[in-house]
């Protein structure tokens, strides 16, 4: 049997529903630096570790590589333009947003349903992405927020019936 091809493979993916992350950091040079990302999960209790994964040719992969901190922020029901706009190349995507620094400077954006703010604490290159291993300093989270949900190459609001 021979493995399946890319398209297929995506495919098959696309059938698991997922939250919408946005992971923020901050370059060398003070920029911000963030990007949409659906590849994130729980690892550890105690201690506590979260996992998020980035293709090893994204332009921001020097950033989170090389940076001591990192945000994870779970996307709420009504912030799909924010995940969009994140989703997006070639622009600023923190033109005209408010945000304010966490650990390590990492910029945080408010109203997601939760953030994890995360040192930094491994990364395993598998196929072709990084797996990165954060160490959760300081989480929050808004009880009762509707997550933001992507399912089959689309976001939802709501989970499909």
Not at 117 to 144: K, T
């Amino acid at each position: 049997m021979s493995p399946p091809d890319a398209p297929s493979f995506r495919a098959a993916l696309g059938l698991f529903a997922t939250g919408v992350t946005i992971v923020t950091a901050r370059a060398a040079d003070g920029t911000p630096v963030g990007l949409t990302a659906n590849s994130f999960n729980s690892v550890s209790l105690g201690p506590p570790l979260v996992l998020w994964s980035l293709r090893t040719a994204a332009h921001t992969m020097p950033t989170f590589a090389r940076g001591s901190h990192y945000a994870i922020h779970i996307l709420a029901a009504e912030q799909i333009e924010l995940a969009k706009r994140f989703a997006t190349r070639d622009i600023d995507r923190f033109a005209g947003l408010v945000t304010e620094d966490g650990a390590g400077g990492v910029p945080l954006i408010p109203g997601c349903a939760a953030v994890f703010e995360c040192a930094n604490r491994s990364q395993y290159e598998e196929g072709d992405h990084v797996i990165f291993v954060g160490e959760v300093e300081r989480c929050v989270h808004r009880a009762g927020a509707q997550p933001l949900i992507f399912h089959g190459g689309r976001y939802f609001t709501e989970l499909p019936l």
